[in-house]
């Protein structure tokens, strides 16, 4: 026995208009009853009252993002896992082994980033990376 298209779908309809309606109300409210100030320091950042001292496009090493870059990954994947560990006696069997999978890709992407020296903060680290671009780029040439 099938169901009509239209009783599959209403609910989402509702439930969208009802959002629409809570995010245009809220909207609605918060300026009616927000504050309207201009102090001193609201045109600086934060609002915080210390005068700048310096430009504020100040210049971090790729580094710190590709750490913040690794640590989102591994935390979601961390998520998964976790996720995994809950349901590990319905996923049975299938689910271990689609679990050892996963983790054996994170341990080979892992392993691919210490290789390429990209979670290397020394010199030493630097230099072999260095190295690397420069071989790549000779053979590049000699193409």
Known sequence: MQTPV???VWPLGVYAVAVLIMVTATLAI???LGE???GRA???PYESGIV???PSGIRFSVRFYLVAMFFVL???EAV???AWAVSLREAGWAGYAEMVFFIGVLLAALAYLWRIGALDWGSIGRK???RRKEESRRDADDR
């Open 6 to 8: 239209t009783e599959i």
């Open 80 to 82: 998964f896992i976790y």
């Open 128 to 130: 072999s990376l260095d």
């Open 36 to 38: 309207r100030h201009s």
């Open 30 to 32: 918060s300026h009616v």
């Open 42 to 44: 609201t045109g600086e």
């Open 74 to 76: 591994f935390d979601l």
């Open 52 to 54: 700048p001292t310096g």
